[in-house]
């Protein structure tokens, strides 16, 4: 799966990484539904720190569909909340 960080570019994940990343994902949902800011920016930057981590770097030249979007580490609880589907930045 290619994933996409906004802001910095396009890592390629192995689809079988993407249960450890709904983890950080469900926590991410539920510090924005309570208001949680510090929290939720801890998540955030967990949740890209894993993708970055488990994933291959695609070359900057490079411009493949992206399978899922991801915000920036500097995205706001309400730019995230605009990206939100209904499982969350993750599709379960």
């Known amino acids: 799966m290619i994933v996409r960080i906004m802001g910095e570019g396009q ?9 450890e990343l709904n983890e ?6 539920k510090e924005m539904e309570s ?3 510090p929290g939720f920016r801890t998540t955030l930057h967990a ?3 894993k993708v970055r981590e488990l994933g ?3 070359p900057d030249d490079s411009l493949e569909p992206s399978e899922l ?11 995230v909340r605009a990206m ?3 499982d969350g930045l993750i599709p379960n």
Do not use: F, K, N, Y
């Not at 890592?11 to 249960?19: F, K, M, N, P, W």
């Open 84 to 86: 939100l589907g209904d």
């Open 56 to 58: 291959a770097p695609l």
């Open 11 to 19: 890592v390629e994940l192995a689809d079988s990484h993407v249960v």
């Open 69 to 79: 979007i991801l915000p920036a580490p500097d995205a706001t609880l309400e730019e």
């Open 47 to 49: 949740l890209l720190d």
């Open 24 to 29: 950080l994902d469900d926590l991410l949902l």
């Open 35 to 37: 208001g949680d800011g």
